[in-house]
């Protein structure tokens, strides 16, 4: 009995998505709720799964084809019998099975982060220890291996220095090109900052922040709120989206969007955290934000930081958002001009924290401080309401006891 494999059910916002890899190829065992195939739609890496034991039948739809919402991939053959090598090859079958038992481990349990990372660096998947689930190969592990191999090199020479002279040398100067094919969230998020910048009267207004206050709060109970809260980190982030969201009520333009001709005044915060991956930016989202504790602030986004690493993050937790909040600080940025998400009607940039010389009350001293460039859509919020909102939130970091007095 052949049972279809269908693609999963897109939500409203994907219209299609693209066959990513074939985990398993026609006449190989299949085990129910074993991974098949990945299907990479404008958000996430989709993952299907086989429904029943068996055989995989054909393959209806290759690698780099489109599809559509529960369009049919292939089928699986249940209770069949996978392929046997005929009876004049079983030597030749018994001397690869090692190899293809490689080959097939390679295919079926490393996540696609993982996968990406060891095809572009070389490594063979068969040689990484997996530590996940059910031995799955996790991103983390892969990052292990590659690590494993930068430093192999280095000791090489002194334990076999003439293997290594024996190793091919790439002449200096060489150009060298490597072409590969954009990723949908690659090419979804260019198109979509296109249409922002093209679409939205958009400005960027600044302002800086001494970060003295919330510095100091955090490492005198960093240590106690990690006890207190399960493993649970104290950041910086959760301090600026607790601000955010107090600094949305007063303003309640800044958290609206267009549509249409119409102007929607949402009545709660949903707030995006830009988070960069393998495959591209993208922004899970909070919701209530405006009601989280700082922990819960912070449990939320180290569990999207982990998912976006391990290529686990759904559609549901990317869809919608009222506001969001990037921070390039992460990677050394002092300054930028983030671009507005739509149909959001404003960003927060968050940049990297330097000590620099400042004026406090008539004398010179040395501060932490951290610029933040805030992105408005002029069509809905006007300079007024910008510069208000970001000083409402430098305030409100430079002194941490108005967000408690709600002040």
Same mark, same amino acid.
């Given at each position: 009995?052949?049972?279809?494999?269908?693609?999963?059910?897109?939500?409203?916002?994907?219209?299609?998505?693209?066959?990513?890899?074939?985990?398993?190829?026609?006449?190989?065992?299949?085990?129910?709720?074993?991974?098949?195939?990945?299907?990479?739609?404008?958000? @996430?890496?989709?993952?299907?799964?086989?429904?029943?034991?068996?055989?995989?039948?054909?393959?209806?739809?290759?690698?780099?084809?489109?599809?559509?919402?529960?369009?049919?991939?292939?089928?699986?053959?249940?209770?069949?019998?996978?392929?046997?090598?005929?009876?004049?090859?079983?030597?030749?079958?018994?001397?690869?099975?090692?190899?293809?038992?490689?080959?097939?481990?390679?295919?079926?349990?490393?996540?696609?982060?993982?996968?990406?990372?060891?095809?572009?660096?070389?490594?063979?998947? *068969?040689?990484?220890? $997996? +530590?996940?689930?059910? $031995?799955?190969?996790?991103?983390?592990?892969?990052?292990?291996?590659?690590?494993?191999?930068? =430093?192999?090199?280095?000791?090489?020479?002194?334990?076999?220095?003439?293997?290594?002279?024996?190793?091919?040398?790439?002449?200096?100067?060489?150009?060298?090109?490597?072409?590969?094919?954009?990723?949908? @969230?690659?090419?979804?998020?260019? !198109?979509?900052?296109?249409?922002?910048?093209?679409?939205?009267?958009?400005?960027?207004?600044?302002?800086?922040?001494?970060?003295?206050?919330?510095?100091?709060?955090?490492?005198?109970? !960093?240590?106690?709120?990690?006890?207190?809260?399960?493993?649970?980190?104290?950041?910086?982030? *959760?301090?600026?989206?607790?601000?955010?969201?107090?600094?949305?009520?007063?303003?309640?333009?800044?958290?609206? *969007?267009?549509?249409? =001709?119409?102007?929607?005044?949402?009545?709660?915060?949903?707030?995006?955290?830009?988070?960069?991956?393998?495959?591209?930016?993208?922004?899970?989202?909070?919701?209530?934000?405006?009601?989280? *504790?700082?922990?819960?602030?912070?449990?939320?986004?180290?569990?999207?930081? !982990?998912?976006?690493?391990?290529?686990?993050? =759904?559609?549901?937790?990317?869809?919608?958002?009222?506001?969001?909040?990037? /921070?390039?600080?992460?990677? $050394?940025?002092?300054?930028?001009?983030?671009?507005? /998400?739509?149909?959001?009607?404003?960003?927060?940039?968050?940049?990297?924290?330097?000590?620099?010389?400042?004026?406090?009350?008539?004398?010179?001293?040395?501060?932490?401080?951290? %610029?933040?460039?805030?992105? %408005?859509?002029?069509?809905?919020?006007?300079?007024?309401?910008? @510069?208000?909102?970001?000083? +409402?939130?430098?305030?409100?970091?430079?002194?941490?006891?108005?967000?408690?007095?709600?002040?």
């Amino acid at each position: 009995m052949a049972i279809e494999i269908k693609a999963p059910t897109f939500p409203e916002s994907v219209a299609d998505g693209t066959v990513a890899t074939w985990h398993k190829q026609p006449g190989e065992a299949v085990k129910r709720d074993e991974l098949i195939v990945d299907i990479e739609t404008d958000k @996430v890496v989709l993952e299907v799964l086989a429904t029943a034991d068996g055989v995989l039948g054909a393959i209806v739809k290759g690698e780099g084809e489109t599809v559509l919402s529960d369009e049919v991939l292939g089928s699986i053959v249940e209770g069949g019998v996978a392929a046997a090598a005929p009876a004049a090859a079983a030597a030749a079958a018994a001397a690869a099975a090692p190899a293809a038992a490689s080959a097939e481990a390679e295919d079926a349990i490393a996540a696609p982060a993982a996968r990406k990372l060891a095809e572009e660096n070389g490594i063979a998947l *068969s040689s990484i220890k $997996g +530590t996940g689930k059910d $031995g799955r190969i996790t991103k983390e592990d892969a990052v292990a291996a590659i690590e494993a191999k930068k =430093s192999a090199p280095a000791a090489a020479p002194a334990a076999k220095p003439a293997a290594a002279a024996a190793a091919p040398v790439v002449a200096a100067g060489d150009r060298t090109e490597k072409r590969v094919p954009m990723t949908r @969230v690659r090419a979804t998020v260019a !198109k979509r900052l296109v249409e922002a910048q093209s679409n939205m009267a958009m400005l960027t207004t600044f302002n800086e922040v001494d970060m003295t206050e919330v510095m100091a709060l955090r490492s005198k109970y !960093k240590d106690l709120f990690e006890k207190t809260h399960n493993g649970v980190r104290l950041g910086f982030m *959760s301090f600026f989206v607790k601000a955010a969201t107090e600094a949305l009520k007063r303003f309640p333009a800044v958290n609206a *969007s267009i549509d249409g =001709s119409d102007i929607v005044y949402h009545g709660y915060a949903d707030v995006g955290v830009a988070v960069s991956s393998d495959r591209g930016l993208v922004v899970p989202v909070l919701r209530n934000a405006e009601q989280m *504790s700082l922990a819960e602030i912070e449990n939320g986004i180290a569990t999207f930081g !982990k998912k976006a690493r391990d290529g686990k993050l =759904s559609i549901d937790e990317m869809t919608g958002g009222t506001f969001t909040i990037t /921070n390039g600080g992460t990677f $050394g940025s002092m300054m930028s001009t983030p671009i507005v /998400n739509p149909p959001q009607a404003a960003i927060l940039g968050m940049h990297n924290i330097i000590q620099r010389p400042m004026a406090v009350n008539g004398q010179v001293v040395i501060r932490p401080m951290m %610029y933040l460039a805030l992105s %408005y859509d002029h069509r809905l919020i006007d300079g007024k309401e910008a @510069v208000t909102f970001l000083v +409402t939130i430098k305030n409100l970091l430079e002194d941490p006891a108005r967000l408690l007095l709600d002040i």
